[in-house]
T-cell receptor, first 114, second 106 residues
Framework: DAGVIQSPRHEVTEMGQEVTLRCKPI?????LFWYRQTMMRGLELLIY????????DSGMPEDRFSAKMPNASFSTLKIQPSEPRDSAVYFC????????????FGSGTRLTVV | GIQVEQSPPDLILQEGANSTLRCNFS?????LQWFHQNPWGQLINLFY???GTKQNGRLSATTVATERYSLLYISSSQTTDSGVYFC????????FGDGTTLTVKP
């Protein structure tokens, strides 16, 4: 398996633009997580899905953020409109189960909003 | 929410030395994981260890759930061990500690 695949690796956008980050989890993994990493706040869980259904989105910072998982092999995290404070590395991770198995992380998307 | 504290925040070692990293957490947890973030930013899962002891090569981990702490042992450290080590717990919501930054010098 190629692991968790995220795209793009880097994204530079202007304030106010819409940004879409993409994630392909490992086949057969029922759980998908979106995290954000910043120097100030460390690694934060934004939202996670089980079998394509959002379970906990309490970490989504604002209504400008939305996430979808239309099928078992694809998820998106959208920011509209983007702001400079959204600049961070966004990670996607997947796991076969919530217990007994660790998470496998993707390589992340480094987002810069100017 | 649950508090996760890692110590020490920074650690500098000579190659070949051993080290112990600690993770304290403030409440009962469903699971606990250790991750290594390498200098290129990749997060690698080292252990899933809600309790007990596990070993993988030069690395081992022990979690004492009743006392709310976990330890990560690195023996015979190598320069490739450098990076940030994170502890992550789940008590209904995944929470990461702030990490221990390890630098191994040749």
């Amino acid at each position: 398996d190629a692991g968790v695949i995220q795209s793009p690796r880097h994204e530079v956008t202007e304030m106010g633009q819409e940004v879409t980050l993409r994630c392909k989890p490992i086949s057969g993994h029922d759980y998908l997580f979106w995290y954000r990493q910043t120097m100030m706040r460390g690694l934060e869980l934004l939202i996670y899905f089980n079998n394509n259904v959002p379970i906990d989105d309490s970490g989504m910072p604002e209504d400008r953020f939305s996430a979808k998982m239309p099928n078992a092999s694809f998820s998106t995290l959208k920011i509209q409109p983007s702001e400079p404070r959204d600049s961070a590395v966004y990670f996607c991770a997947s796991s076969p189960l919530l217990v007994n198995y660790g998470y496998t992380f993707g390589s992340g998307t480094r987002l810069t909003v100017v | 929410g649950i508090q996760v504290e890692q110590s020490p925040p920074d650690l500098i070692l000579q190659e070949g030395a051993n080290s112990t990293l600690r993770c304290n957490f403030s409440d009962s947890v469903n699971n606990l994981q250790w991750f290594h973030q390498n200098p290129w930013g990749q997060l690698i899962n080292l252990f899933y260890i809600p309790s007990g002891t596990k070993q993988n090569g030069r690395l081992s981990a022990t979690t004492v759930a009743t006392e709310r702490y976990s330890l990560l042992y690195i023996s015979s450290s190598q320069t490739t061990d450098s990076g940030v080590y994170f502890c992550a717990v789940d008590a209904g919501k995944s929470t990461f500690g702030d990490g221990t930054t390890l630098t191994v010098k040749p």
